[in-house]
């Protein structure tokens, strides 16, 4: 062949047995390299279709049947990525085949695969965002600090298996960062101690997104996000409150959403000493029972009736038991309007405060003290 290419040819016309040759020789051989390549791309090709709009979609179909949610984001995104990842996964398998230079096809395998590994990195990354997203609501419990962790392991074995393909390794740049790692702690000591007590509130499952928790008796709210630095609270006048992590860890909170949302409500009413307590008890319970009817959000179930003598009335204190506690303070209040109005209905009176003062009077002070001052008798 370098002879045939070596040989003096006209200028005006290239030689006909030359091309000839060259067509017979050089053009079928490197035909025959790229068809095979060609060939494995298109059985990847068809491979991604059947999986793109055959398989997955009727796996997208049985995931929706069920009330799992994370089942359903995992179909969707591989339905999404099945097509380019057939097709990656091709090219690195055909990449080999090329009738080309080792150190090129050396090269493009691992560029193949390195395009490959990111795809499949940033692909998990965002099914993790969106499942930590589906479940920051008040049926679930994932947090931002829990997405910011998942998605940096996620994102470092993705980058640690790029740079392998490569032949560069991590571990060297690891041991750097933990000799500088001490620095760093030193710097960032009040973030680093927030981060840490947001992971042992997430870790814990102590208190969870839409939870409804009170802290320190002062503040309430839904836990709306656990982030690296806070954690969010949602009053009911729709305030966002944001607490450090570490001093929510440290603090006493009391979770309303834990074990049970359900609680008991205390009605405190005031009547006269002299009531029948045992007719007293018995329009309260019925009261009660009726207001079960209208008042949604009262459970069936006993109230509990408590007495104290006090010292102008007697003290009592219904317990009534509601599903959820976000409606204690309204149910309270139309609870405490229906028993006012049944007991002045009953005719017994809603006594006011009063004190019996008994003082002695000018004209008994004046014959004790003239009884007093008498001589006694011989």
């Known amino acids: 062949m370098i002879e045939i290419l070596s040989a003096p040819m006209d200028d005006a016309v290239f030689p006909l047995p030359q091309l000839q040759w060259l067509a017979l020789e050089i053009l079928p051989r490197a035909a025959r390299g790229y068809a095979d390549v060609a ?87 965002r099914i993790v965002s969106e499942i930590v997203g589906r479940n920051q609501s008040p049926a679930g419990g994932g947090t931002t600090l829990i997405k910011y962790i998942i998605n940096g392991l996620l994102l470092l074995l993705g980058v640690g298996a790029i740079l392998g393909l490569f032949g560069v390794s991590v571990f060297p740049a690891l041991t750097a960062l933990g000799v500088g790692g001490l620095a760093v702690a030193l710097a960032f000591q009040d973030t680093l101690a927030n981060v840490f007590a ?44 944001y607490i450090p992590n570490k001093r929510l860890g440290e603090a006493i909170m009391t979770n309303f959403s834990r074990p049970d949302p359900t609680m008991w409500i205390e009605v405190p009413i005031r009547v006269s000493l002299d009531v029948d307590p045992e007719a007293l008890e018995a329009i309260l319970v019925d009261e009660v029972r009726r207001a079960r009817e209208t008042l949604p959000g009262v459970r069936d179930t006993a109230p509990a009736v408590r007495m104290r003598v006090g010292e102008w009335a007697l003290e009592v204190r219904v317990f009534v038991q509601i599903q959820n506690f976000v409606d204690r303070n309204p149910l309270t209040t139309a609870m405490l309007k229906r028993l006012l109005i049944r007991l002045r209905r009953e005719g017994l009176v809603i006594p006011l405060p009063q004190r019996v003062i008994h003082a002695p009077s000018a004209s008994a002070d004046t014959s004790a003290a003239s009884t007093r001052a008498q001589p006694p008798a011989p």
Do not use: C, H, Y
Not at 45 to 56: D, E, N
Not at 202 to 210: C, L, M
């Open 39 to 125: 060939a494995e791309l298109v059985f990847a090709l068809l491979l991604g279709l059947l999986l793109r709009f055959v398989v997955l979609p009727l796996m997208v179909r049985a995931s929706a049947r069920n009330d799992w949610v994370i089942d359903d984001i995992i179909t969707a995104r591989l339905r999404d990525r099945a097509l380019l990842w057939a097709v990656l996964a091709g090219v690195v398998a055909a990449v080999s085949d090329l009738p080309w230079k080792a150190r090129s096809i050396g090269v493009a395998e691992k560029v193949s695969a390195s395009v490959l590994a990111l795809s499949v990195t940033l692909t998990l990354m």
């Open 198 to 241: 947001g992971v042992n509130l997430s870790a814990s499952r102590q208190i969870r997104v839409g939870d409804f928790v009170n802290v320190d008796t002062k503040l309430e709210g839904f836990v709306t996000d656990i982030g690296w630095r806070t954690t969010t609270l949602r009053t009911l006048d729709d305030l966002l409150i």
